[in-house]
Nanobody
Framework: QVQLMESGGGSVQAGGSLRLSCAASGNILSINAMAWYRQAPGEERELVASINNGGHTHYVDSVKGRFTISRDDAENTVYLQMNSLKPEDTAVYYC?????????WGQGTQVTVSS
């Protein structure tokens, strides 16, 4: 099993920044990739950014150039630095660990961007 603990959400005005953190524990050696997803009210959950064990990153087009996913292997933590935030970035953000046999999810953290 893998446990994920998220932190760093909050409220910010448009143009501001937030950094989300996701600390992983448990069977972390079995993790192939870590990712951040988000779900806005009435919308489906979408992949925001991911990073695999080789350090390769992927971003949804809407956040390219504004968000950066990174990892600190010594701390078993993945970060999502979010800059130039827009009201449409408002959502619950979830951290996910993708393993060969399944996925684990964090509890979610609210990000609210006001105009």
């Amino acid at each position: 099993q893998v446990q994920l603990m998220e932190s760093g959400g909050g409220s910010v005005q448009a143009g501001g920044s937030l950094r989300l953190s996701c600390a992983a524990s448990g069977n972390i050696l079995s993790i192939n990739a870590m990712a951040w997803y988000r779900q806005a009210p009435g919308e489906e959950r979408e992949l925001v950014a991911s990073i695999n064990n080789g350090g390769h990153t992927h971003y949804v087009d809407s956040v390219k150039g504004r968000f950066t996913i990174s990892r600190d292997d010594a701390e078993n933590t993945v970060y999502l630095q979010m800059n130039s935030l827009k009201p449409e970035d408002t959502a619950v953000y979830y951290c996910a660990a993708h393993l060969r046999w399944g996925d684990y999810w964090g509890q979610g953290t609210q990000v609210t961007v006001s105009s």
